[in-house]
DNA sequence: GTCTATAACATGATAGAC
DNA sequence: GTCTATCATGTTATAGAC
């Protein structure tokens, strides 16, 4: 079982008006389905279907299922990790911290729901991923992760969090909760991404109690009551 | 394939003098497993021999493998449900709306963290599941969710959230921050589960800024930069 | 209640034609 | 590059002895 050179260099992008390659029209099939029902749940004859292809087709292209995830994973890192550096290279540079974590916030939330299935594989399957594919994935996710790590320093050095926040914690408070909209923004959520990044920024910043500590009374609409029994297809609990 | 009758009385609680009986034993290895590895990855065989059983005996107990993890569920939504009752049933009369959120934050996250490998199954296998056992799950964890949606109705009532924050959404953000906890705490969280408890519910209360909204400066230290390549094995990116 | 043995099936992977 | 086999293996589930 072979798990390196997981991409190539047209994975990662292929000119828009020629027709997808037979080894991109795998990748994107397996992403797409391993996303959505899962690694294990995934076989190679789905995968190929979704290809139009037959399945031992595949391994023209792939040296095995666990290859074909690792590439799928790796790609997915790379184009979150792209968003990120565009998000930080758009930024303005007088822009205020509250503001500049919402552009963030937003990058990560439209690489996930908007640039397709790769990036949200690494939500939804890495855990369940074999051990080698995990452990080859595990660097890329650790230099994207520091990169949020850096911004939270930012907000330290500049002393705009409350005294004492462990900068770890909320860091991964904050990522696993942007993740974890992957289960039901499409059941509950405000209507764009624009505005759950900005619902995601601002509870993360601001919190949603009224009264503390020591903030002044806003003015305007007060908090309708929930629908209590939700929607059906409970995706958040416990 | 059967999947009414999932639970059984003795699947809640069993006396704790006598050793466990064999479906006992299959249902707790299979909680188990389940959580560890997934559904998919864990076989009847690994059941069976955490079990001390072979495979085989299994369908002395259960119907089917589907049968096996819709019991699982039940029972984790059942324990989960209780644990949040005992809490409400423990609050005291005056108690202050923050403090009555983290006690109910606490009840979760030790009915996940201690109360064993049911709770946690809904968590981490739920989403992957069969469609008839999903289906099978869905009102009893519907039922959990409207518990809390009747705690946030409670705060909109006494007025101390900030207006217009939409209830439905605050809610599933925090549940599904605490569910994530799974992923990360035993890495980078903080020592108990009571100051895990109390980060969280700080956080979704009061938020991470120390200026706004207009709140005076706090003294004390400073937050610490941390350390940037935080610890291989990333469970929470992207 | 638990065992052994095995049926029935699905899956990842390979070989060789075209 | 893609196809048609087919192999080898692992898995759920069943049958019947003890």
Redesign the pocket.
Known sequence: ?VLTEATTEQDRCHDRDEPP???Q??LEAAAWLFHRQGY???????I?TAS?????????????????LAAVLETGIERITADFVEAARAMPVDVAPRERLRRHVLAHLEALFIHGPFTTSHVTVFKNAPNAVRALAIPSRDAYEARWAELFDRFATEAVLKPGVDLALQRVLLLSTANATLDWFDRLGPHTVEDLAAALTNQFWLGVSALEPGAKRHRGSSPQPSSVPTAQGSTTTP
Chains 1, 2 share one sequence.
């Open positions: 079982m390659t037979g080894r029209r795998v294990r749940e995934t076989t190679l004859r789905d190929a139009a292809m037959k399945a031992g087709s595949i391994y023209y292209h792939f040296d095995s299922k666990e290859q074909l």
